[in-house]
């Protein structure tokens, strides 16, 4: 069973930045691809961005591209989610998500496991 934790969250002005950080515990989280999910209020969860087991290939949604960075450490466990020039409609829980696969996969039900999330919240 793997277990993750997000945190790095918060409210940030526009054209900010913050980082999250997701944590994982309890499995071999190098042999994991791992991505990252937003839900905002009212909406579908939707991908953000992932990256496979070696941080070798990496997905970005065009709605976050140029603008935020998936990276992973995998000494560390965990994985990371640098985000830049941040926009009110980023406003969402940031779920962190282990794959079933090595690979970097846009689709979620090729997730095994989900964090509880972090919310973010840009004012304008």
């Known amino acids: 069973q793997v277990q993750l934790v997000e945190s790095g969250g918060g409210l940030v002005q526009a054209g900010g930045s913050l980082r999250l950080s997701c944590a994982a515990s309890g499995g071999i989280f190098s042999s994991y691809g791992m991505g990252w999910f937003r839900q905002a209020p009212g909406k579908e969860r939707e991908f953000v961005a992932a990256i496979s087991w070696s941080g070798g290939t990496t997905v970005h949604a065009d709605s976050v591209k140029g603008r935020f960075i998936i990276s992973r450490d995998n000494a560390k466990n965990t994985v990371y989610l640098q985000m830049s020039s941040l926009k009110p409609e980023d406003t969402a829980v940031y779920y962190c998500?282990?794959?079933?696969?090595?690979?970097?996969?846009?689709?979620?039900?090729?997730?095994?496991?989900w964090g509880l999330g972090t919310q973010v919240t840009v004012s304008s």
């Open positions: 998500a282990a794959s079933y696969r090595p690979l970097a996969t846009t689709i979620a039900p090729e997730y095994r496991y």
